[in-house]
Protein backbone atom coordinates (compact mmCIF):
# COMPACT_ATOMS: atom_id res chain seq x y z
CA UNK A 1 0.00 0.00 0.00
CA UNK A 2 1.27 3.29 -0.85
CA UNK A 3 1.58 6.39 2.22
CA UNK A 4 -1.00 8.47 0.75
CA UNK A 5 -4.22 9.79 1.96
CA UNK A 6 -5.87 8.52 -1.56
CA UNK A 7 -7.75 5.44 -1.69
CA UNK A 8 -6.03 2.69 -2.80
CA UNK A 9 -6.46 0.13 -5.24
CA UNK A 10 -5.22 -2.95 -4.42
CA UNK A 11 -6.46 -6.19 -6.24
CA UNK A 12 -8.37 -6.86 -9.95
CA UNK A 13 -11.99 -6.74 -8.03
CA UNK A 14 -11.28 -3.19 -6.38
CA UNK A 15 -10.04 -2.23 -9.84
CA UNK A 16 -13.14 -3.20 -11.47
CA UNK A 17 -15.50 -2.02 -8.99
CA UNK A 18 -14.09 1.62 -8.95
CA UNK A 19 -14.82 1.12 -12.54
CA UNK A 20 -17.91 0.17 -12.67
CA UNK A 21 -18.92 2.58 -9.64
CA UNK A 22 -18.02 6.06 -11.14
CA UNK A 23 -18.23 7.31 -14.51
CA UNK A 24 -14.96 9.34 -13.76
CA UNK A 25 -11.48 7.61 -12.53
CA UNK A 26 -8.36 9.08 -12.08
CA UNK A 27 -5.48 5.95 -11.28
CA UNK A 28 -2.17 6.83 -10.58
CA UNK A 29 -0.15 3.85 -10.23
CA UNK A 30 3.47 4.67 -9.53
CA UNK A 31 6.14 4.09 -6.20
CA UNK A 32 6.84 6.00 -3.58
CA UNK A 33 9.48 8.19 -5.65
CA UNK A 34 10.45 11.18 -6.42
CA UNK A 35 8.83 11.18 -9.92
CA UNK A 36 5.36 9.91 -7.94
CA UNK A 37 4.82 11.97 -5.20
CA UNK A 38 4.16 15.53 -6.82
CA UNK A 39 1.25 13.38 -8.29
CA UNK A 40 -0.03 11.63 -5.45
CA UNK A 41 -0.13 15.67 -3.67
CA UNK A 42 -1.85 17.39 -6.35
CA UNK A 43 -3.99 14.46 -6.52
CA UNK A 44 -4.78 15.01 -2.66
CA UNK A 45 -5.28 18.37 -3.12
CA UNK A 46 -7.88 18.37 -6.14
CA UNK A 47 -9.42 15.48 -5.15
CA UNK A 48 -12.41 17.96 -3.09
CA UNK A 49 -12.63 20.17 -6.00
CA UNK A 50 -13.70 17.42 -8.17
CA UNK A 51 -16.04 15.48 -6.34
CA UNK A 52 -17.63 14.08 -9.87
CA UNK A 53 -14.03 12.30 -10.18
CA UNK A 54 -13.17 9.20 -8.10
CA UNK A 55 -9.22 9.58 -7.32
CA UNK A 56 -7.20 6.15 -6.61
CA UNK A 57 -3.76 5.35 -6.67
CA UNK A 58 -2.11 2.01 -7.07
CA UNK A 59 1.60 0.43 -6.51
CA UNK A 60 3.46 0.07 -9.45
CA UNK A 61 4.88 -3.60 -8.50
CA UNK A 62 1.34 -4.41 -6.79
CA UNK A 63 -1.04 -7.52 -7.77
CA UNK A 64 -3.39 -4.96 -9.47
CA UNK A 65 -0.40 -3.01 -11.46
CA UNK A 66 -1.49 -5.35 -15.08
CA UNK A 67 -4.59 -3.51 -15.29
CA UNK A 68 -2.69 -0.46 -15.88
CA UNK A 69 0.54 -1.59 -17.17
CA UNK A 70 -1.25 -3.75 -20.26
CA UNK A 71 -3.05 -1.37 -21.63
CA UNK A 72 -2.36 -0.25 -25.35
CA UNK A 73 -2.03 3.62 -24.48
CA UNK A 74 0.78 3.09 -21.64
CA UNK A 75 2.91 0.83 -24.09
CA UNK A 76 5.29 3.57 -24.93
CA UNK A 77 6.03 5.11 -21.34
CA UNK A 78 9.29 4.91 -19.57
CA UNK A 79 8.61 6.55 -16.40
CA UNK A 80 6.83 6.56 -13.43
CA UNK A 81 4.12 7.10 -12.20
CA UNK A 82 1.42 5.85 -15.34
CA UNK A 83 -1.62 7.92 -14.73
CA UNK A 84 -4.62 6.98 -16.23
CA UNK A 85 -7.83 9.03 -16.66
CA UNK A 86 -11.15 6.46 -17.28
CA UNK A 87 -14.47 7.82 -18.42
CA UNK A 88 -17.37 5.38 -18.46
CA UNK A 89 -14.09 2.32 -18.21
CA UNK A 90 -12.47 3.70 -21.22
CA UNK A 91 -9.55 5.13 -21.28
CA UNK A 92 -9.93 9.17 -22.14
CA UNK A 93 -6.25 10.36 -21.55
CA UNK A 94 -2.66 9.01 -19.97
CA UNK A 95 0.50 11.04 -18.62
CA UNK A 96 4.00 9.75 -17.64
CA UNK A 97 6.42 11.29 -15.50
CA UNK A 98 5.79 13.96 -12.93
CA UNK A 99 2.92 15.98 -13.89
CA UNK A 100 2.28 19.51 -11.88
CA UNK A 101 -0.81 19.86 -10.77
CA UNK A 102 -1.99 22.77 -13.36
CA UNK A 103 -1.17 19.76 -15.72
CA UNK A 104 -3.75 17.49 -13.85
CA UNK A 105 -6.13 20.12 -13.53
CA UNK A 106 -5.98 20.82 -17.71
CA UNK A 107 -6.70 16.76 -18.20
CA UNK A 108 -9.69 16.93 -15.32
CA UNK A 109 -10.72 19.61 -17.03
CA UNK A 110 -10.65 18.61 -20.34
CA UNK A 111 -11.60 14.78 -19.87
CA UNK A 112 -14.14 15.40 -17.07
CA UNK A 113 -15.40 18.73 -17.04
CA UNK A 114 -14.47 21.89 -14.93
CA UNK A 115 -14.08 21.39 -11.53
CA UNK A 116 -17.13 21.80 -9.27
CA UNK A 117 -17.75 24.72 -7.60
CA UNK A 118 -17.35 25.00 -4.12
CA UNK A 119 -20.01 27.06 -1.63
Do not use: W
Amino acid sequence: MLNTNLNHIESDSEFQKVLDENENVMVCCGREGPMCLPVYDAMESLEDKYENVAFRDMRFDGPAAHNIKSLPEVQSFTGLPFTVYFKKGQVVAATTSIQTKKQIKQILDQAFGREAKVA
